[in-house]
């Protein structure tokens, strides 16, 4: 892979290896550079790019978490934040490795918590010294805020309403929701409105048409969000469908 990607965010963990060639990223306000081998780790809601280190370019296998999985396989305790996020291969436990080596086979159900549980116990173990300022969880509340965010992301809620469902103040809300899943409850919607139009993308919606049924103002809108999310404009993005950039798995709550 040779081509840049523009500074984005993901609403995910991003744990990612490099296969080939040298991969480098901007990150929290820093320039890394992550050799063969070695793993990268994004937490949820950091803005990041990614290019070549060479022009020989790289081959990298990523995997993309949903931090609710993360959420479930801690027993509810905050988020864990790894600070340096360039790993070598000895810090990592065999099975994110194992999977990501047989990528195209099909991952069921006790496959995915193993896969889970194994990255989760690595991000704490690797947070241990930089662990993120602890905030106490109502995870079952956050877990009714975010079902709602779901159900309909094209609804935009009123403060009022996410105090109503869970049961307490919007700072609060705020407050946890981030701590339980990465991300602000504003951001998790549109990146749900976007996974809507990506889908719509897929199926040859055209672009005003896709930006109207995700509940953006306008196409212009769409453009904005779209490109701050992904480093790309849906045109571009759709332009791309068929262009290997890169082999990913996302394990996520629906």
Known sequence: ????????????????????????????????????????????????????????????RIIYLDPALVQNALGGRALPFVADPVIRPTGMPPLPTGYLAHIDEPLDDLAAAEMTTAVADMLCAHAAASPLPRVAVDVEAMKRVRALLMDDPTTRHRAERLETVAGMDRWSVARQFRAAFGTSPTRF??????????????????????????????????????????????????????????IGLRLGIG
Request: proline share 4%; aromatic share 10%.
């Open 189 to 246: 919607r549109t990146l749900r409105q976007l996974d809507m139009a990506r889908g719509l993308l897929r199926t040859g919606h055209r672009p005003a048409e896709v930006a109207t049924a995700a509940g953006f103002a306008d196409q212009a809108h769409l453009t904005r969000m779209f490109k701050r999310a992904y480093g790309l404009t849906p045109a571009a993005w759709s332009a791309a469908l068929g262009i290997d950039v890169g």
């Open 1 to 60: 892979m040779g081509e840049a990607f523009s500074p984005h965010r993901h609403d995910t963990y991003a744990v990612g290896v490099t296969l080939a060639g040298v991969q480098t990223f901007r990150y929290r306000g820093e320039r890394h550079h992550c050799l063969p081998g070695q793993w990268h780790i994004l937490h949820p809601d950091e803005l990041h790019d990614g290019a070549a280190g060479t022009e020989d370019g790289f081959g990298y």
